[in-house]
């Protein structure tokens, strides 16, 4: 197995570790939406609802830092999947997908949902270009989804994030390993090589 990229894998587990640092921030607002059964869940889809709320009218420059940042973790994978060995693709191939999987989930759960929590437009309204559409196959209410369903989804969405980028520092630390573990391998067998030599020269 070649050697890895390391400053390419510190890209990559970098920005991996940053996001796992904001769901794991995101968890207490989530717990009692989603795991938890309190016997009245309206504080806590109330205090969920504002904290996204808030989230979503964040400066600019926060949501410009956490493109750069994801961007880091793809320029990562294109770093070490440049002329590809077979354990490249294995190990980096599969943490590209789960890494881009985490990105869809962001881009239609997440910033969707956002979007929606901010207007208030739940189940009634689809968002078209921050707009406020009305559904055409809504029913006789007019709404699909309410809104605890909504927040229970950007909990699950979070949750399904996490899991995701799990996977993609266990794929990188089995890279490591299998690296690690190799090379003790080759180590062992030039020392055998080289004991084998000694020997051979000393019969003669």
């Known amino acids: 197995m070649p050697k890895t990229n390391s400053f390419a894998t510190f890209l990559i587990v970098g920005p991996t570790c940053f996001f796992l640092g904001m769901l794991f921030s995101q968890f207490p607002y989530d717990y009692n939406v989603l795991w938890a059964v309190p016997p009245d869940r309206e504080p806590y889809f109330q205090l969920l609802e504002n904290h996204l709320r808030f989230m979503h009218a964040s400066p600019p420059l926060i949501s410009r830092v956490l493109h750069i940042v994801m961007g880091t973790g793809l320029l990562g994978f294109l770093t070490k999947l440049y002329k590809p060995s077979e354990a490249n693709m294995l190990f980096d191939g599969a ?14 759960n997440i910033v969707k949902g956002l979007r929606v929590v901010t207007i208030g437009s739940y189940g009634q309204f689809d968002i078209v270009d921050g707009e406020r559409v009305p559904k055409a196959d809504a029913g006789e209410n007019g709404e699909i989804i309410g809104r605890e369903d909504s927040l229970r989804v950007l ?3 979070n949750t399904i994030l996490a899991l995701v980028l799990i996977g993609v520092l ?3 630390a089995g890279q490591w390993y299998a690296q690690r573990k190799e090379e003790a391998e080759i180590a062992e067998m030039e020392r055998a090589a080289a004991e084998d030599k000694k020997k051979g020269k000393k019969k003669q």
């Open 95 to 108: 943490s590209l997908v789960l890494y881009m999987c985490g990105i869809i989930v962001y881009v239609a």
């Open 155 to 157: 909990a699950a969405s």
């Open 170 to 172: 266990v794929l990188q």
